[in-house]
Every structure is written in structure tokens, then in C-alpha cells.
């Protein structure tokens, strides 16, 4: 599995940005994807999470920075994940990443129950 983010880029403080997260190869979706994001000298910081739960329904956790702001979101027939960022702040700067993890009934909330990842896209958030 292959997964490429897309979607980073410059944006004021308060607009809004939707990053894409494409997985290429065999791929489940009723793994954990999760979003993840890394500002310079900092340690990488969960950001959201997702799983499928069968039908139409989905499981989702937020990190607290990004409760009420950010969305996450799976389109299964496209293997895809979005992260859809609003109300957009400076400390929202940083490279965002998103990554897989093992199948668990929990949504892992750290990066290093995560095993396949891809290779970031930079957000930046001007004030």
C-alpha cells in the first residue's frame, strides 16, 4: 500500500484547506487512517482518525487542537481520505501527514501504532 497526500498549501489565518490522502494497492477500509501533522522542531501530533464500521457509518477522533475545526472524512470506491481544515490558525503550520495503521477495534491515537505512511504535504498558515 502506497498512500500520497495532496492539497497543502498557503493559506490566511481563518480560510480553510482540504488535504487528500489517495491509497494505491490492496488496501482495506475498514483499517485505521489517520492524519497526523509535524511543525519544525516538534514531535509529529495526531490530528484525526478514521475506520469504516460497515454500511454508511464510520468512526472518527479528533485530536483536541482541532476538535470543532477539522473533518475527517473516507470515500471508499476512491480509497481516499480527506482532512477538511477550517477556521485555519498560525500553530495549524506544519508538514501534515497521513498514515495506516493495523486493523483494531480502537482508532490508535499515536503515531507509532501507525506502519505505512506517505510523504507529507506542507501546510502554511499565514496570520
Known amino acids: 500500500v502506497q498512500l500520497v497526500e495532496s492539497g497543502g498549501g498557503l493559506v490566511q489565518a481563518g480560510g480553510s484547506l482540504r488535504l487528500s490522502c489517495a491509497a494505491s494497492?490492496?488496501?482495506?477500509?475498514?483499517?485505521?487512517t489517520g492524519w497526523f501533522r509535524q511543525a519544525s522542531g516538534q514531535e509529529r501530533e495526531f490530528v484525526a482518525a478514521?475506520?469504516?464500521?460497515?454500511?454508511?457509518?464510520?468512526?472518527?477522533e479528533y485530536g483536541d487542537s482541532v476538535k470543532g475545526r477539522f473533518t475527517i472524512s473516507r470515500d471508499n470506491p476512491k480509497n481516499t481520505v480527506y482532512l477538511q481544515m477550517n477556521s485555519l490558525k498560525p500553530d495549524d503550520t506544519a508538514v501534515y501527514y497521513c498514515?495506516?495503521?493495523?486493523?483494531?477495534?480502537?482508532?490508535?491515537?499515536?503515531?507509532?501504532?501507525?506502519?505505512?505512511w506517505g510523504q507529507g504535504t506542507q501546510v502554511t498558515v499565514s496570520s
Open positions: 498514515a495506516q495503521a493495523p486493523w483494531q477495534m480502537t482508532l490508535p491515537r499515536t503515531a507509532k501504532e501507525y506502519d505505512i
Open positions: 494497492g490492496l488496501t482495506e477500509h475498514n483499517i485505521p
Open positions: 478514521i475506520t469504516w464500521t460497515g454500511g454508511r457509518s464510520f468512526y472518527e
